[in-house]
């Protein structure tokens, strides 16, 4: 373990000492508030003579918020989180932080912080919008809008307790979206910093100096976790924002936005660079007040873009529409629209919906995963028909997942109004996230021109174009026109909106091709599909 040489942790460290010294063992996006108050109740049970746990207000709904109080110096440090429900990676390293401190008290950077400070923590300043998950309270108000209207009991008690300790320092705790990126260079913001201005002028006052200083530390502190992935956030000033206007009634103010998670770590990443960022802070300005740090090194970092950056970008391939027979250069990219809870596995909601972002040109985009695909076209999927309430027997997951692997996204089910009800039910309960999707039809004259009667054969996998068409019903295919069948529903006079477009969900077949992209039945195979954002694979049946 590195140690600086007085014998106490360097930021490294506290890096390392995280995963065993974290006090919530649950993710951020995870933790309600009835579990963030028991947090609380057992951490002051833990250190009961050196914390202090205040009910300071209540939400607009009831809800207790707490203040934690730790360490005996004369200079307070305000720190809250949460202000906006939906942005909680904050909350869990501020008990974390606390616990750390106190655990190791006898160490002497630990040792310094508490006695030079006195450390006044806030997590989860907006319960009410954190147990929806939402941003604004429950008024619907933005209480970072509200720091001078003080609609909001949230909005007034911060400023109470503010205007009562007037502290040397403050962090304000948000999370940002996930997809911004650091300046042009492509690659996503973990963390933006802001050295909060007091005024519309951003004059550099002693006490934005010293956030300058802290940024500058913080920089240095998670480099090593997270380089490149640091930005800065947009500087202007917001006249109603509490950040803003703390720091003109004299409490310079530091932003914290956690924002993408670094690749292949996991989601509570976030919770532990705060935890370092917040110690690697406190801990230098009980040093000697951050003197080592170069605030140039805060005003070089990129500027937060958004934007330009989505969670897989396919490049190089081309793409064919519906009706036509020539495939057009185009990139794809697309979002995959997982809210935190379900990246964290605690979310009651199973609907994942993906949005495309971009066909065209992605030379310039990001991206979390991206998909060489040249020689590779891009389709609709297929859709078909079946028609009556009988062929339920054979609907079964088993088989959507057969078609699925034929390309197949959509299954057009025909049956009359007596069984409209019971073949709702029957849909909803099939499929599901990388499946096709059963829509039931009452209109025999709106079905696609490929009507199945049964399953695909089961040794049927994604082989040639001309198979595929043929296990789909497709008669006599000659030429690439013949998917057209597979697209355009029979009736209709004209064919249906292209869904590869900007904004519908993520749903595309890739298929070999020449290196011009020209697609032929007998040499092209089907490579991949997507269905919703999800790739399908080619597992084994799911029984
Ligand atoms: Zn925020």
């Not at 360097?10 to 579990?35: I, N, T």
């Not at 307790?161 to 990126?181: G, N, W």
């Not at 996503?188 to 007091?198: E, P």
């Not at 909803?428 to 990388?434: E, F, L, M």
Request: charged share 20%.
């Amino acid at each position: 373990m590195k140690t600086y040489p007085d014998g106490s942790l360097a930021s490294g460290s506290l890096y390392e000492v995280w995963p065993e010294a974290r006090f919530v063992k649950m993710a951020a996006a995870c933790l309600r508030h009835a579990d963030l108050l028991e947090y609380l109740r057992a951490l002051a049970a833990r250190f009961p003579d050196s914390i202090e746990l205040e009910v300071v207000g209540h939400s607009f709904l009831g809800r207790a918020i707490q203040m934690l109080t730790l360490g005996s110096g004369p200079n307070k440090v305000l720190l809250w989180s949460q202000m906006h429900g939906d942005e909680p990676s904050a909350t869990p390293a501020l008990l974390d932080i606390a616990s750390y401190l106190l655990q190791y008290a006898d160490q002497p950077e630990a040792r310094a912080v508490l006695q030079n400070f006195t450390l006044l923590m806030i997590p989860m300043l907006n319960p009410d919008g954190a147990e929806v998950y939402q941003r604004r309270n429950a008024q619907g108000i933005d209480i970072n809008r509200d720091a001078l209207q003080l609609a909001t009991p949230e909005g007034r008690l911060l400023k109470r307790i503010r205007d009562e300790h007037q502290p040397m320092l403050a962090f304000t705790l948000h999370d940002q979206d996930r997809r911004k990126v650091v300046g042009k260079t492509g690659q996503v913001a973990n963390i933006a910093l802001l050295s909060v201005a007091g005024d519309e002028w951003q004059t550099l006052t002693l006490g934005r100096l010293r956030t300058g200083r802290a940024c500058a530390a913080i920089v240095q502190a998670l480099t090593p976790f997270i380089a490149g992935g640091i930005s800065r956030y947009d500087e202007e000033w917001s006249p109603r924002c509490f950040g803003d206007n703390i720091t003109a009634w004299g409490t310079p103010v530091i932003l914290i936005e956690s924002g993408g998670r670094p690749r292949g770590r996991e989601v509570t990443e976030l919770t532990r660079l705060n935890f370092v960022a917040i110690l690697a802070v406190l801990q230098g300005l009980a040093r000697d007040d951050l003197a080592g740090y170069d605030p140039g090194v805060y005003d070089a970092l990129p500027l937060n873009r958004e934007e330009s950056w989505s969670d897989v970008v396919i490049r190089g391939s081309h793409v064919l529409l519906p009706g036509s027979s020539r495939a057009f250069r185009a990139d794809l990219a697309f979002d995959v629209l997982q809210n935190d809870r379900q990246v964290a596995g605690c979310s009651d909601d199973p609907v994942v919906p993906s949005q495309i972002i971009l066909v065209g040109d992605a030379f310039t985009h990001g991206a979390g995963t991206s998909i060489e695909a040249f020689g590779k076209v891009l389709l609709t999927p297929f859709k078909v028909a079946v028609r009556g309430w009988p062929q339920r027997h054979w609907l079964t997951q088993a088989n959507l997942a057969r078609l699925a692997r034929l390309g197949v996204g959509t299954v057009c089910w025909e049956v009359s109004a007596s069984n409209r009800g019971e073949a709702l039910a029957h849909a909803a309960q099939s499929g599901g996230r990388g499946m096709p999707r059963i829509e039931v039809h009452a209109d025999p004259g709106n079905l696609p021109a490929a009507v199945l009667s049964g399953p695909p054969t089961p040794a049927e996998e994604p082989g040639n174009l001309a198979g595929i068409l043929q296990a789909l019903g497709v008669e006599d295919a000659e030429d690439v026109t013949a998917l057209a069948k597979l697209w355009v529903p029979a009736a209709a006079d004209k064919p249906e909106t292209p869904p590869l477009i900007k904004d519908r969900p993520a749903s595309f077949l890739m298929v070999s091709a020449g290196a011009d992209g020209q697609v032929d039945l007998a040499a092209s195979r089907l490579v991949a599909v997507w269905l919703d954002g999800q790739q399908v694979t080619a597992q084994a049946d799911p029984q």
